[in-house]
């Protein structure tokens, strides 16, 4: 079997949310399974470390596609044609994006719908592409992956997909993600909030994950309890964030609220352990990593009860309502003064992240893969867009 990948995302030293999720389900397939032969294509050179096994052959096709219509390019020309040159039997694409015009059957990974639902929070390069094409691309896919329940049942409503060619296969946790000792949680507070305890969020700095209105919550909660706990807010700042620079601006408690920007991979499972609860209040996710993440770091979690992140936290997260600032200044108050409604987050946590692991995604999506050989692919005439 020769399975075709879309791995446009390893970027050495670059790794996010795409290329995380490429790189912990691929490598696991890869050394799972030797007697398969993987074809890797990229759009530009690959670092040797994402060559999992001998059983790997790079395709590196032109052009670097990073622009919009450079995708078109990248995936209806040089995609289409190596895939018919090299045989491949199956092609997974796991950032959204696949070959319309492929014979190949094609397997997709779609992380959520936030283009259709949230257009104005995608940066306008891509915006009016993804309007138009991600339908196409969920319409010609012969089986789209979610990494959630919810997700694959927008895609249902939203799209009109056929149910059975929707899977839902949970993403896992990344290694490095342990609990810490005293000790070790005390230096992480010396080197990143003047050894004072602190609330933690990771993720890019963007409207659509609530931060402004966090910021807001911090501040009532300040103002009610008078506690020296910071707020620690880890990520880039993404497309749009000047509510969250308002916000950040006008609260009276600036100093302390600190933006971390991208954070040293190594670090960031440490601040996720030393953090007093991981804030994740954001409006629409479509798994909600780092609540995961804190779980494996024995760290409580507030989250929103909103989109999938009920799903994943299931009884082992603070639910709060994302679109109350008073209701999350009441859960960063809970959380704060409650010793015990802490560690029994933490127990929760430990038997509902036993629930999800990358070992187990990957023998599913490799299931998945298995079953398409041999099929024929949808005809391209089905990812033309419905009128409405």
């Known amino acids: 079997m020769k399975i075709a990948i879309n791995t446009r995302f390893l970027q050495s030293g670059r790794l996010e949310g795409f290329g995380w999720y490429t790189h912990e389900l691929v490598r696991r397939m890869v050394q799972a399974h030797p007697e398969v032969e993987f074809l890797f294509l990229t759009d530009r050179p690959l670092d040797a470390a994402f060559l999992y096994g001998d059983n790997v052959q790079v395709l590196q096709l032109f052009p670097r596609a990073r622009f919009a219509p450079l995708f078109l390019w990248w995936f209806e020309w040089s995609v289409r044609r190596a895939l018919i040159k090299h045989g491949a039997d199956v092609f997974f694409s796991p950032d959204s994006m696949c070959s319309l015009w492929s014979k190949v059957p094609v397997a997709m990974t ?18 009016y592409f993804l309007l138009l094409f991600l339908p196409r691309y969920l319409r010609r896919a012969d089986q789209i992956i979610t990494v959630s329940e919810y997700v694959r049942k927008d895609i249902i409503q939203t799209i009109g997909i056929s149910p059975e060619r929707v899977k839902a296969i949970h993403n896992g946790c990344r290694e490095g993600f342990k609990p810490l000792t005293a000790a070790e949680k005390f230096a992480m507070r010396r080197q990143y ?18 931060i402004h209105r966090l910021i807001h919550a911090f501040n009532l909660f300040k103002e009610r309890t008078g506690a020296p706990d910071k707020l620690l807010l880890a990520g880039r700042f993404a497309w749009k964030t000047g509510e969250v620079k308002d916000a950040y601006d006008a609260s009276p408690y600036r100093e302390d609220i600190r ?25 629409s996710e479509g798994f909600g990593l780092p609540m995961l993440e804190a779980m494996y770091c024995d760290t409580p979690v507030m989250a929103a009860n909103a989109s999938c992140l009920p799903e994943i936290a299931g009884e082992a997260a603070l639910l709060v309502d994302p679109l109350s600032v008073e209701h999350m200044a009441e859960g960063l108050e809970m959380l704060w003064k409650n010793a015990e409604l802490r560690q029994n987050l933490i127990e929760k946590g430990r038997i509902q992240r036993e629930l999800f692991s990358w070992e187990k995604a990957a023998q599913a999506l490799f299931q998945v893969l298995e079953g398409m050989k041999g099929t024929k692919a949808l005809s391209h005439k089905g990812a033309k867009p419905q009128r409405r």
């Open 110 to 127: 779609c992380h959520d719908l936030v283009p259709l639902h949230f257009p104005k929070q995608v940066p306008w390069i891509h915006r």
């Open 193 to 210: 909030s003047f050894e004072e305890p602190y609330f933690f969020y990771a993720g890019a700095i963007h409207p659509r994950k609530n």
């Open 259 to 283: 933006f971390l920007g991208y954070v040293p991979e190594e670090d960031l499972p440490r601040l996720t352990a030393a953090a007093t609860a991981l804030t994740y209040v954001s409006l």
